[in-house]
């Protein structure tokens, strides 16, 4: 008697099991179905960082990188005192093909006298890999931090590269980009947020 009650519930526990793998995967596509239907850029992952204060990472200089005048590339300094503007943090490396395909944006970013543009190189174990990249490329970065053992971006969440960080005059992360920049991620991400970085910091 038992065993013949026993058997419907089992074979229900069996079909439930069965089609876990699939309710899984249905719930990932209506995730993915709802980011394109939305429009919103995947990119652009929320971070729980977003809201807290940023980590005062210091890091020495790229060895050898240097300004036009001939002057060195000062290293990064996050715990000392800002100059009154948001700073952009951009976590890059010269392996990173990505990183290659937004660095013209980064070029044109550091033209906005609105914000002090940043980098963490990470990873690159040969300091002349990070300084030819950036002397093949131009050099986009008022101070630029050498991390070769990428040390310093776990306090700050990154896995992968490139990755870059909005960070408010009261040190507090304002805004996250996953990924290489795009100019849909800067028109309707980055300048929103730098907007309102500057209008709370008025």
Known sequence: MNEGADTPRA??????????????????????????????????VPSVLIGKSAPKTVLPPLPGLTQADGAPVPGLDLAAAGDGRPVLVNVFASWCAPCREEHPLLMQLAKDR?????????????????????????NPYAAVGYDPAGQSTIDWGVYGVPETFLVGTDGTI???QTGPFTPQAIESGLIPALDKALKQAN
Do not use: C, M
């Not at 074979?11 to 309710?23: D, E, F, K, M, N």
């Not at 940043?118 to 093949?136: H, M, S």
């Open 11 to 44: 074979s229900r526990a069996g079909r439930l099991l069965v089609a876990l793998p699939l309710l899984f995967f249905l719930g990932l596509a209506g995730v993915f179905l709802y980011q394109l239907a939305s429009g919103h850029d995947a990119s652009e």
């Open 114 to 138: 609105r914000v002090r543009l940043v980098g963490i190189n990470y990873k690159d174990k040969q300091p002349e890999n990070a300084r030819g990249f950036l002397t093949d490329l131009g």
């Open 174 to 176: 304002l805004w996250k």
